[in-house]
């Protein structure tokens, strides 16, 4: 680990530096529901709201709800809340788990992509569903996202001008369980990239990002709702440690799970440990609309076609390479002064995660193509694919 010699405070680090003794003291924190004074109770360190307190709280003193809810999120907190009767008509929630269905049955002729954190393939995974269902049955789409839960949580955890998406998620009759994992964005990362970040961009990260899980179904024990490890998000090496044997184990030992009824939202901090369960039923198909909730703030000042720049500088950049005429660090530079680093935004049904948890960066694309003796041709080909994939 290597450290600010100023104030001996952490900058880098490796997945060689996880302490399991760490991550099971911050674990073994307890709320105390008395710093909730919103909360209707806590169960396994689980903070349970009800949706029609938190709509009467907004109405009569909204900045305390909101300070509140952060605080339950925070590093203050255990990370994670639940929200009953979040959505209070059925009929709603069913008519889009037969659109879900359909959209499913559609994408099965062509279906080509991976998951996160699971199998490819062992469940029913609807990417963009956000989109999807706005263009397929507008009114339902509104009657949805209308509900003021999202903007409350979200402005809670964000602050305004936020973006949502969503992607579906229906585990199968006997499905296994994930591995436990942060999510979205160092925990689509691989370890070494993760420790390529100093560990304040780290917490930046969980600062950028929240996640939620609207249940489409009645989710008993039985049926694998999500798994959680409360506090874990308060561990600074987080990132690099989800994958340590041990971490898992500790995961499998200490991790809650809470059932849920059609209609109740579990939102959490996406720093925090958790995994979809395994269903051990015969025939409930578990069903969750998982929201991805991000900050205004993971945009860019200025809209750059990368893809232009990277076709250009090519013939050039090629006989530079094939010459020797550049070292590493400055090859390295170009790359990232002209080609996006970043595999997202993107269309997860074209370009879905395959070796990675993230698909190939149009970095690693310029660097493959210059590896493997691409003529200009081809990775103008290649870029003009990863473009539309993007945008489709």
């Not at 509900?147 to 973006?163: C, E, F, K, M, V």
């Not at 898992?248 to 925090?272: H, M, R, T, Y």
Request: proline share 6%; net charge negative; hydrophobic share 40%.
């Amino acid at each position: 680990m290597t450290n600010n010699s100023a104030n001996n405070r952490p900058t880098f680090a490796t997945a060689e530096d996880v302490s399991i003794t760490q991550l099971q003291n911050i674990c073994s924190q307890t709320v105390d529901i008395n710093d909730y004074s919103f909360a209707e109770r806590c169960e396994k360190n689980v903070l349970i709201y009800h949706c029609s307190e938190i709509l009467k709280q907004a109405k009569l003193n909204k900045p305390a709800l909101l300070a509140q809810l952060h605080h339950a999120l925070s590093d203050a907190g255990p990370g994670v809340v639940v929200i009953k009767n979040a959505y209070t008509d059925t009929r709603l929630l069913e008519q889009h788990n037969r659109l879900f269905e359909q959209i499913l049955e559609r994408e099965a002729l062509h279906q080509t992509g991976g998951d996160h954190f699971a199998a490819a393939g062992s469940n029913g995974r609807i990417w963009n569903a956000l989109q999807k269902v706005a263009i397929a049955q507008p009114s339902l789409f509104i009657d949805y996202y209308k509900n003021p839960i999202l903007p409350i949580i979200s402005d809670a955890w964000l602050g305004p001008y936020w973006q949502i998406t969503s992607q579906v998620n229906i585990v199968r009759p006997g499905a296994s369980a994930q591995q436990p994992h942060r999510d979205y964005h160092l925990g689509f990362q691989n370890p070494d990239v993760c420790a390529r970040y100093p560990l304040d961009v780290h917490k930046m990260s969980s600062q950028l990002t929240l996640q939620g899980a609207i249940a489409h179904t009645d989710m008993p024990i039985e049926t694998g709702p999500t798994a959680l490890l409360p506090f874990s998000h308060q561990y600074d090496l987080g990132y690099l440690a989800w994958r340590n044997p041990q971490v898992i184990e500790l995961f499998k030992q200490d991790s809650v799970q809470l059932p849920l009824k059609q209609g109740d939202a579990l939102f959490f901090n996406p720093a925090l440990f958790h995994s979809a369960g395994e269903n051990q039923t015969c025939d409930v198909h578990r069903s969750a609309n998982l929201l991805q909730v991000s900050s205004a703030f993971g945009k860019t000042m200025e809209s750059v076609d990368r893809s232009a720049m990277t076709k250009a500088i090519y013939p050039q950049l090629k006989y530079d390479f094939d010459k020797a005429q550049l070292s590493i660090d400055e090859l390295s530079a170009i790359i990232a002064c002209t080609a996006d680093g970043y595999s997202f935004p993107t269309n997860l049904d074209l370009d879905p995660p395959t070796k990675e948890m993230a698909p190939e960066t149009m970095q690693a694309l310029l660097k493959r193509a210059l590896l493997e003796n691409w003529k200009a041709g081809d990775i103008e080909q290649q870029l003009d694919d990863k473009h539309r994939k993007r945008l489709a």
